[in-house]
């Protein structure tokens, strides 16, 4: 068995806090904790699809697709 390597975005892993906004980082906060976008809407008072343009700036700042790949790339660097 052969693994070949799969190439990285080129910003992941490069999770550095001035790349996210507070609230992006209290979304993937709470998406770690498992929440969904309605439950983290109503944690934070907005509404949800703040929630998913929130997250969706998140991943694309750092180079992933998922908010799952969002929380580990910030769980990695300490940052939720």
Avoid: N
């Avoid at 934070?44 to 703040?50: N, P």
């Amino acid at each position: 068995l052969r693994v070949i390597p799969t190439p990285l975005p080129p910003a992941f892993g490069l999770c550095r806090r001035e790349r996210l906004t507070p609230r992006q980082l209290d979304c993937l906060f709470w998406v770690a904790e498992g929440k969904s976008s309605a439950d983290i809407a109503a944690i934070l008072g907005i509404a949800a699809s703040t929630v998913d343009e929130h997250l969706a700036k998140a991943c694309e700042s750092l180079g992933v697709r998922t908010r799952v790949q969002a929380v580990a790339v910030c769980f990695r660097q300490g940052l939720i």
